[in-house]
């Protein structure tokens, strides 16, 4: 009898932590989040729910980082709202990062349909579209139960990760890209700058425009105690950990020394040498150890001696953590930095951030010439995860769920989330940017806790790159991408560890993707190729 | 005597339909993929031989299959002389031994992908404990996880860390099951500790020092969670396990074919090293 007391204590015990851990995405909400969401809820289109739906369930599988975490924490927040609103709930299914890929494309492969909702990367469309596991978002577009939101607000280069072969797949989240990010109080600080010209004989950049000058920033304030703490401090901070999403950081970095202009009147158009990044679209084969890669490669060298040599073991958590904390000068990541250095509790930054578009370079290859072209060339990035919902074909309710994925695309949702830092969710509509291009004015940011000067020069560097750079990377959609981008990950940190030289490493990646290609069907991935990035054969 | 029989057969069933499904079955079919080209979960024809032939001329199956040898090497001799070691400190009466001996064996219980993510924060480059603590005793910044040989080496210390108690359990019932008696007369013959550990306690521990060898070894072949959790198989492929790689290609990739080619290749040294330990620990010792 005793020992029965005891078990039901214990299963009491562990009840009540269950219900507190759910319960803690709101309790650990401030009452200006409350506020601001409750109006957000208020202004939101809520189509007209279906009454057959109360009482129904969704699974939501998601990218794990916990009831307060990034992509994750909003499911958590606004489950009792969708809960008032349809009288239907959902549960959420956290994946870690490393186990996303086995435990969704299991489910999709084997028909299970555990997942109703996969809040997954846009890295998965590949494998998504030729597989045939997802219903199309724009099936729902029109749908008049369904909350109106906005695709076309998407910013142009965002919308192709929403979208596939003219059509909207995805619903709108989150919008990743690269910027740069450096210490504005430092870098325009007349001493610094001065001690710069001393050193160097040139001025000090503000903010720096090409990857070699970024070098020579990161380089000059390497090993000085510029934040004045008594500690030698860094240049610059960036994940360089194998599995760490460290190739993110090289796909930026290379994108200008390997996207080259078309000749002619039209810049941007994709011919088979001109605004490629991948392969070459004629043979599917790899360019990755062309000599733009290679030497972006060696510039990704040089950048990480002046840093802490721990980043070579860093994953992005303790490399955004160095800028925040004050330790380094520079990185260059998605929107989560801007969003966290506002936050005091991980951030003493705040009214210090400079931000600006991501770096272009001093010359970049021309793969018909076979030269180098001494030009500065800039090319907009979206290269990350872009986390957004997509409906499982084997979902048992996919109305209820494209009701949940629309109302949370709306605008008034989507931008509560994007203000809110923690939430993961990066700028990248329309309404995120500023008057008088976009729609969002700085009194909304400065209202959930930004520095005014910090949140202009945040959205305004989104703005700049993906709407004035002349040139933009495409982004890999084909099958077998995820396994790609897992080789080149373990490689590149071959090379920046030391294992082998950058060329060895770069033909090692173009050797491995070669095989992958052949296994998947070349001329089925040349196909698909082609139609993502837009090249027509001449 | 025909009824008895009858009945323990209705006893034995059950087993043998567990082992049928769930050894024989599995087996069996893996052995069918490993022969068979697989694109996403489903077989979509006959490869013959060549999910094995490919072995050969992958490189990274190579080195990975290096970094297990060395790990295996590492790791069963630290865990093997550590638990001796301690497992003759700790046989004799001692004051609160009872709570040393339940201290030492706490890693044993932890999951050891827990232990991976502990041993993040302990071999953390920056302010790690690890790196604190050599700090003040005057060393430099050791680079445990971004450097190949350091990241070996942080590796196999989990390991260690982990498995060094099970060693020392074993051993510890083995050197309590001698009697006392025999080392009563041995010390009549000779006054050197080591002569008397030569002599008499290592040859009467020898089966159970070999079954601790056996299972360490068999354990550290199939290591997954340490390098998983705490280096990602990292920097590179450096400290990628063979366990690892399969894993890899065979539910990241859903190469199932080759995952399974390079699972029997595992099994097969797996067995053949056992076999050859066992026939050399009996020459020794039987």
Redesign the interface.
Known sequence: MKKLGVLVSILVILGLLFSFSVLWAQEGASELEIKTANEAFEKADKGNPDPAWKGQKLTIGVYSAGPRGAISGPLYFWRPYFEKLTGATYDIVEIPF?EL??KI??DL??GTGTYDIIVGPSWFYGDYIS?DWIIPSDKYLNDPRMPKWEPESILPPLQELYSWGGKWVGFNNDHDGQVLYYRRDILSDPKWQEEFKKETGKDLPVPPKTWEEVYEVAKFFNGKDWNGDGAPDYGITMH?????QGFFHFMALSAPYVVSPAPGDDPKKVTRYHNVYWFDPETMEPLVNTPGFVEALNMLLKLSKTG??????WSLG?AWDAFLRGKAVITFSWGDVGSLSQLPDRSVIQGKLGVAPIPGSEKYYDLETKQWVEKRNFVANTVGASWHGVISKFSKNPDLAAYFLSWQATAPINHWNVVWGWTGVDPGTLYDLLQPTGKATIEEYVATGYNAEDAAQFVNAYEEMWYKYPLKQSYLRIPGT??MW?IWD??L??A??G??TPEEALN?TAEDWNAIID??GREQLKKIYQEAIGYKPE | MKRRVEKGNVFVTPAIIWVFVFTIFPLVYSFRVSLSRV????ITGFAGLSNYMRMFGD?RFWGTLRFTLIFVLISVTATTFLGLGLALVFNRKMRGIKLFRSILTMPLFTAPVALGYLGVMMF???NGPINVLLRYLGMG?V??????WW?TLAVCMVDVWQWTPFAFIILLAGLQSISDEIYEAAVIDTSSGWAVFRHITLPLIAPVLGTVLMLRLVDAFKVFDVP?SL????????TRTLTFYIY?QG?????LGYASAMAYFLLAITMVIGTLFFRKYRELYE
């Open positions: 490393a890929r086995e494309f299991t492969m084997t597989n360089l950990k194998v599995a760490g802490p040599s721990a980043m070579w073991g303790e995820p396994e897992e373990i490689h940190s071959e920046v560890t294992q082998v090692r296994r998947l | 694109s996403y979960g489903k490189y953390y480059e920056e910044k680079p445990w996880l971004s450097h190949p990241a998983f280096t990602s198989g990292g920097p590179g492929t450096a890899t539910l990241r990739n859903f190469d």
